[in-house]
Structures are given as structure tokens and as C-alpha cells.
């Protein structure tokens, strides 16, 4: 089954997962900018970790035959010290021209405090700035019903989002339909611990919507599983979904939502004017 | 064939009858008696032989690949009235409140009846009442019938024998109902009474969500091993040392939920362990989520 890794940390990850990918049937993987696991002590740290996203890992991911694209930004785990974020924000449209950037995420809230209610309004207006799609971070465990909450009502009070053009990430049973309702597409992310497992996913997709919603692994140096997607797509081939309705929330899907940026194109695609 | 009051032999079974009489008429009745239906039939092992098993893989295989969509139900209906030398036929799905048949695909239905065939209550008609009573019903001929099995309408057709199958999943779930019929008088053997019965359940197994039966087949054992791991987690924290957090507090209080009859548990579970303050926090203490809301300072 072919499938697209909407939201995969691959600087975290080894070639054997890229390989493990591409002969799974993934056809591109997309990585948003992400905490590095340490607070990176100043914005230099930043613009060598968005030249690895647009530049070095591309290259990686291309020896595997896999198109490679990412988005930009200061993850909300980093988003407390707003200097700090100002700083790694006016480096940001610099990269905004590299060939394979999608827009600015994964933007959000971490522990819904309000400094990083702040750097999100930041983040929020250099993307309607600039024109760019948006990926939003949901908090983790007990913090992501309120994180959720406030994300949807900021995003909803500025009349210039377009909310066909934000996912809002990492839902679960009791945050997506606030995501779903509100007009946004939603992700739904495959952990092994944390957030859904692929049964729980399809419970959501089967109870919910199948349409603007997007199956991701998120994979990064912690438990997580590069190839949870294939799996969830192999889940929904037991439960009796057609291969018709996998490819479409594995591959059509991510595929209909991140070919609104003009830098998103697989083999096949037709040209976006514009 | 005839599904008549008399006991049927395999010998009977095994005659095809030409024709049949005008106005003739025939549900197979459930129950005792000498009539048997179709299915009952094969569970006697009076037909012992589903006809067509590369029919019914080719149809499978359609909507596993296409899902049941209409494009492929159509496709689907072609393929069956193809089988049984059929001119018109229709699909029809049972809807959410198990009240009305909608169709989903018709091969020969004239427009000047297609609204009274989009829609038909269960128990009404001869889809109706194969749906309602999950067993086929067949009329001979459809111009000469006035028992009121069929409604006038079906007259329109120009049809003679035709007969409606329910579609039934594990045997009496009903997702649906599928006809066919012949411009000539004609009564449908219990060996194609079987087959449209076998290509129902093939049908319906992807005209709705899992059952209960394959929901548990294909989970239970593993859910149970890890209810199992809940329950050794509280035994583990019971045994131990000194004094629990708001956590185990928060854990044992969103178990309740488990508890609850709608299915929705797992939403209410996730919610309880949920911080349900709505105003962002002065600033973040670190960058951790321990899983379930401290509480308020």
C-alpha cells in the first residue's frame, strides 16, 4: 500500500528506518521543525537545525529514492523563552524559500502557559505573512483537551486563516471533534504509549470523519514507530475497509492537504500554477 | 422448484420447473412444517453446493479493493444478473434507523417507478418483506400476481419471475436487500435461492461496520490481557510502600468510566484524566505531561 509520512522527526532517525519506509510504500515524508530532547542554548543552534531540514536531510532521504520535505518553526517545548523565539522567528523566512518547506510548524502549546500562547500569535502571523500552511502541536496527556481548546479559539478568532490550510495534530477520542467541527483537518498521531494506537485510530476515523483527517507516526528519538501508518493501514484491512478507502486516508488524503503549498509535488503531480 | 406446504425431497429439489402457474406466489415460511428455506435448506444439507464460489471471490474482491461503493454495487448487480439470466434487478441498504431500504443500484428499473423503488419501508413489497422476514420471497410472474406480495408498481417493470433476497450478515443482521427478475414466468430453484443468499452475505459484509462477533474475535483476547495489566498495576500499587499521588487518584476515578453504556469510554476516560481549566497557566513548570491533572496550586 503506498502512503505518505505526513509528520515523521527523521534527523532523529537511522537509515534503516528510511529504508524500512520506502519498502513499506511510503512515497514522501514530511518533518516538522521539533525540540531536540535539550533546549538548544541560542537561534545559531536553530538556523543549523532548519539548514538540515532544507538542505542535509533531503539529500539523506533522497538516496532512498523518498521525497523529503519540512516545516519551520520554534517548537512549544522551546517556546517559553519568547527572546529566544523572537530571534529563531526573524530567521525563519530566510528558509521559507528553500524547495522543500511546507509552511511553519509544528507550532502550538506545550504546557498552555502564556508565554507560549504568545510565540504561537508570532508564529500564526508570520504564516498568514507569508502565506503559509500551518501545522499545530497539541499538548501531551492531561494538557491537550485545554491546549486544544485554546489553539482552536485563537485560530478561529483571526478571520485570516483559512482553517482548510491548518491540521491540528495529535487529537485523540475527546479533541477531535473541537478540530473536526471547527473546519480544520486533524491528525491523528501512532504512538506505542502516548496518544493512539492504530485500533484507536480507526475508532476515530470510523466514529468521526475519514475526510480531512491524516494518519502520522511522528517518529523521533523517543518509543515511537516509524512505521505505525502501514501498520494502521493493515489494521484497517482487517476491520474489512476497502483498499480504496485505505489509500485514500493514507496517501490522498495528505496528499489533497499538502498540494496547497506549491513546493509539495510527488512524481505524477501536476504542476500548481502559481 | 417450488418451496410448497409439501415436505421437499432432493429429488424435488433437484427438478427445475419451466414455468409456473399465473398468480402462483411463494415465501418460503421460517419454521417447522415441510417448508424449509434456503438457508435452512443448506444447514440440512439438502443443497450441499453453493454454485458459484468463483462468483462469489470475484465479487468479494471488487469490494474489498473498491469499497461498496455504487460504482461497484452496480458493477456487482451486473455480474449477478448476468449469473442467473436476469434483466432487472436492485440493490437496496438497509439505512441507520433500520427502517427504510434505499437503493443503492438498479439495472432495468424504469423511470417512471424509480422514486417508489428508492425508497421501501422493510415489511412492504417484496424487498420490504424479504428484508423483514430475512428469508427470500419469490413471485412467478409479476404481471398475473394479485397477492399482494409485490406492489402494483412492480408491474412497471414488465417483469415476470423475480425474487428479492435479504442481505444478512452472521445470518440475521440485516444490511440490506438484493432482486432480480426475469422478463419470463419463472420460479427460482433453492440452489439459486442459496447463492443470491451466499452473494447477500458477501454484500453485506461491506455494507456496514464490524459486528459484535468479529469486534471480538479480533480483539477480545488481546484486551483481555491488557485488562489484566490494570488490574496487576492497582494490586502492584496496593502492595507497595508509602503513600500514592494524585495519579492513582485520578486513575481509579476515571475507571468509573469504563462503567458507563454509551461507547463512548474512552473519550470519558481521557477526559477525566484531562486538566479542565480553560485560562493558559502564568508559565510552564518544566516540559513534562505526568498523564493525569495535578489539580490547581
Redesign the interface.
Known sequence: MRYIEPHAHMVSRTTDDYAAMVTAGCEAVCEPAF?AGFDRSSAKGFHDYFSQLTDYEPQRAAKFGLPHFCWLCINP?ES?DVALADEVLAMIPEFLTRPNVLGIGEIGL????????TVLEKHVELAVRHDQLILVHT????????GT??IVDLLKSDRRIRPERVIIDHV???TAALVLDAGFWAGITLYPDSKCTP??AI?IV?THSANRVWLNCACDWGHSDPLAVPKTGREMR????????IDRLLFQNPHRFLRQCPNFSLPGDVPVAG | MLLTEAPITQEKMATKLAGCAPGVWRIAKRGGGGNMTAPSLLSAGLVSVIPDPQLLKTIDGVLRKEGATDEALLRILQLVLSRFDCATGTIHQLDQSGVWLELRAQVGIPPVIMDKVARIPVGKGMAGIAAERKEPVQVCNLQTDDSGVAKPAAKETHMAGSIAAPILVEKTILRGALGVAKPVPYEFTADEQALLMEIGATIGRHLGGATKQAVLDQYFVGVRAKLIEVAAFLDRVDRAEGEGDYRIAAFREALKALDGSEPARARNILLALSDPTTAPVAAAKGKAASGAWPGED
Request: charged share 50%; glycine share 2%; net charge neutral.
Open positions: 525540540w517545548k517559553e506545550n504546557k498552555n502557559s502564556r508565554n507560549e500562547m499538548p501531551h496527556l492531561e494538557d491537550k483537551l485545554k481548546r485554546l485523540e477520542e475527546h485500533a484507536r475508532d470510523e482487517k476491520r474489512g475497509h476497502s483498499e480504496a478507502a
